[in-house]
C-alpha cells in the first residue's frame, strides 16, 4: 500500500481522497522537541516535590508524570510506526532508549503487536481489543467504573501481568523472534535510563521519590490514562475494513487531550487512515477530511468524558 493510500476499505469518497504531501514528510526535530518537553515536564515535576514536599504537590507531581509516562508511551507509538526519525536505526534507538525501556518495555514487542492492530481493528484476534477488553463495550457504568478503578489501585496492572505471564493473550499477540544481542539491549536500556533517574533522584538526596513517583504512578495511573485513551480510540466499535468506522477523533485539544491524548493520538480515525503521517501533521489532516465531510460524525467528540457516557449505561 503507498504511504498516501488511506485505509478506508470499499469507502469510494475516503479512498478518493489523498491528503497534501507536506503532510508525509517527517520533521524529527518536531519529534526531538515533544520527547525533550516530556522529560522536561518530569523533570519540572520531581523538582517541585523536591523543592516544596507536601502532599498536594505530590499527587499534582504523580499526575504529570503519569502524563508524560502515557506522552513517552505515544512517542513508543509513533517510533513502532517507523515516524519518529527518518532513519530506522535511530529511530529505533530513541524509541527504545528515551521512551520504551524508561517504561520497562520493548519497542520491538510493542511494535509486533500494535502493526497487527492496524491490519484488522476490532477483530476477535486484535491485541488491542484483547488486552484492553475493548469488545465488552457497551459496559454497565458500574463495570466500567470497577475497570477503571481497579487499574487506579493498581490492581489492573497485575492482573494484566498476571494474563500475559498465564498466555491468555497468546492467540491475539504475535510471536517476536528476538537475536540475542536485541534482547541485551532492550534489558540495557530499561536499566540505564532507569539507574539514572535513580541515581540523579539519589545524588539530590531524595531516593524515595523513584518508587514514590515514578514506579507507583506507572502501575496505577498510567494504566487508568491508557484504559480511558484506549476506550475512547475503540471501545464498542465494530470491526469494519473502513477504519475511518472503528475509530474516533477528539476534535479539539483540552485538559482531557492533555491527560489522555497527548501528541495529538487523539486524531485516532485520523492516525488509522494514514499510518505514515506525523502526530504533529494529525491535525491538519483532520480539518482537510473534515472540510470535505469524509468524517463519520457519530465518531467525533469534543472530550473523553463524553466517549465514557455513551460507551456505558446506567
Known sequence: MPPSSSRAGNNSALNAFVPDSELFVLKPWIAMLALFADWGL???????????????????????????????AVIMHDSAHGVLTSGQRLNDLLGQLCAAGPLFLSLQTYRAGHLKHHQHPMQSDDPVATVFGLADFPLP?????????????GIGYFIS???FARGDYR????????????????????????????????????????????LL???????????????????GLPACDDQSQ?????????????????????????????????????????????????????????????????????
Open 42 to 72: 518530569i523533570a519540572m515535576a520531581f523538582a517541585c516535590a523536591i523543592v516544596w514536599p507536601y502532599p498536594i504537590v505530590y499527587l499534582m507531581a504523580a499526575l504529570i508524570i503519569a502524563r508524560s509516562q502515557l506522552a513517552l
Open 171 to 214: 492467540t491475539s499477540m504475535p510471536r517476536v523472534v528476538k537475536s540475542t544481542r536485541l534482547k541485551i539491549w532492550e534489558v540495557l536500556s530499561m536499566l540505564i535510563s532507569n539507574a539514572l533517574l535513580f541515581g540523579l533522584l539519589s545524588w539530590l538526596g531524595h531516593p524515595l521519590l523513584y518508587p514514590g513517583l515514578w
Open 217 to 235: 504512578p506507572a502501575i496505577t495511573l498510567l494504566p487508568f490514562m491508557g484504559r480511558i485513551r484506549a476506550i475512547m480510540e475503540h471501545a
Open 246 to 314: 472503528n475509530a474516533r477523533t477528539i476534535v479539539r485539544a483540552n485538559w482531557e487531550t492533555f491527560f489522555f491524548g497527548p501528541h495529538a493520538i487523539h486524531y485516532h480515525i485520523e492516525h488509522h487512515l494514514y499510518v505514515r503521517i506525523p502526530f504533529y501533521h494529525l491535525r491538519q489532516v483532520h480539518q482537510q477530511l473534515a472540510s470535505r465531510q469524509l468524517l463519520p460524525g457519530k465518531n467525533i467528540y469534543k472530550g473523553y468524558m463524553a466517549v465514557l457516557r455513551d460507551v456505558s449505561y446506567p
Open 141 to 153: 457504568r458500574d463495570k466500567m467504573a470497577m475497570r477503571l478503578l481497579a487499574d487506579l489501585c
Open 161 to 163: 501481568i498476571f494474563r
